[in-house]
């Protein structure tokens, strides 16, 4: 067989080169840009003309910066990346994902290594607990002359009810640790203010997880069954509420719960969803039309719910009421727990730095000073109490106080 000449093998390697280095410069020219970011983040935005001296020197640093989080075919090359590490390796690119055993994936949420949150959970890796304390005691104070019903309930992170899934070597760094939860709320309740005011449902929410899982072994929240699991024993069990309604629960196959952690790895499993009777409950999720009080702030916050259950009725006959505020826990515990209460309304804080301080005053005077809730509810995981708590708390707190006359 003849052999190729070298100039034409060499044209041919260049021109192939050459398309390859091309393609994603077209794709980035000519292709519009995607609607929402495959990851779990906020991607750099455009750099735009410098209007300072400090805008021209780091123009360079914003401008690759862009050109990193926007090239064409990043996408399909991110999901392509995280699709067979996984396949190949079982693990994920993202630090925020750990996989267990029994195909059981754990979220390491806020952690920028592999299990730091999760240490911190079971508590392998020390935190300073009098300082978290003095942020939740903190937060529950904010609202407490204006709203005395004010609580928190920490929501048990699925690696506290299955630490027997945690992948092997996490567990030997976890067996000679003290969980700080069960520590902070003992703490907690031994102050007169703050006692029946903060929940931890975990020897509730375990009982019924070794019989029927509140976690799905790839989901990283709890659904409407594993919610309401928490949502019984606070209502029924605390605060001595009956059900206003049922409803009837269906099998619904889902996607994995956070995909942008994962772009590209394909996994649904099957969870329980609500199904209502027509116009007897009224349900809006993550529209600012759930909130025409606020529609503009709604829009920036995102994850926003209403439940209403009592709306054909007159004004006054629409209690109780209930508001959520907490992350994106607090979503999937709002349809439980409107069982409960006339109208609920769910507002979360991952979002909360996109307000600006009129929008925030706004959204305070709405909620607190016109709405009134009788209950107000702060919901968080507690890799977000333990861990994250003086971003998360600081803002819900900021956002709640009254504010200052002049």
Not at 100 to 108: D, K, P, S
Request: net charge neutral.
């Amino acid at each position: 067989m003849k052999a190729l000449p070298t100039r034409r093998a060499n044209a041919l390697v260049l021109a192939l080169w050459c398309a390859l280095l091309l393609t994603p410069l077209l794709v980035h020219l000519f292709r519009p840009p995607h609607e929402a970011p495959l990851e779990n983040r906020t991607l750099a935005p455009a750099p735009g003309w410098p209007r300072t001296l400090d805008e021209g020197s780091t123009l360079p640093v914003r401008t690759q910066a862009w050109m990193r989080d926007h090239f064409g075919l990043r996408g399909e090359l991110l999901e392509a990346s995280h699709r067979w590490r996984h396949r190949l390796f079982g693990d994920f690119l993202s630090a925020d994902l750990v996989p267990g055993q029994a195909g059981e994936v754990f979220y390491n949420v806020f952690g920028d290594t592999a299990g730091s949150s999760l240490r911190v959970m079971c508590g392998a890796e020390r935190i300073k607990l009098p300082v978290v304390g003095q942020r939740v005691a903190d937060l529950l104070a904010a609202t407490r002359a204006e709203l005395p019903r004010s609580y928190l309930m920490i929501a048990p992170d699925k690696s506290r009810l299955r630490p027997r899934l945690l992948p092997r070597w996490l567990q030997v760094e976890c067996a000679s640790g003290q969980p700080p939860a069960e520590s902070l709320v003992g703490r907690l309740a031994q102050q007169p203010e703050i006692a029946d005011r903060l929940f931890y449902p975990i020897d509730a929410m375990r009982q019924v997880d070794g019989v029927d899982p509140v976690y799905r072994p790839w989901n990283l929240h709890w659904d409407f069954h594993g919610a309401a699991v928490a949502a019984d024993w606070l209502a029924q069990g605390q605060w001595g509420m009956p059900r206003r309604y049922e409803v009837a629960l269906e099998p619904r196959e889902t996607a994995f719960d956070l995909q942008g952690l994962a772009p590209g790895v394909e996994h649904r499993d099957t969870t329980l969803v609500p199904v209502y009777p027509d116009g007897q409950v009224l349900v809006c999720h993550n529209d600012p039309a759930c909130f025409p009080e606020f529609a503009a702030e709604a829009a920036l916050l995102f994850q926003v719910a209403r439940v209403r259950s009592a709306w054909q009725l007159p004004a006054g006959q629409r209690r109780p009421t209930l508001v959520i505020i907490g992350d994106s826990f607090g979503d999937n515990i709002t349809e439980p727990l409107a069982r409960y209460f006339a109208e609920v309304w769910y507002l979360s804080m991952n979002h909360l730095s996109r307000l600006s301080p009129e929008q925030r005053r706004h959204v305070r005077s709405v909620v607190i000073d016109q709405f009134r809730p009788d209950v107000l509810l702060h919901v968080y995981n507690e890799g977000t109490v333990l861990v994250d708590q003086a971003r998360y708390l600081g803002l819900a707190r900021a956002l709640l106080e009254p504010v200052p006359t002049q």
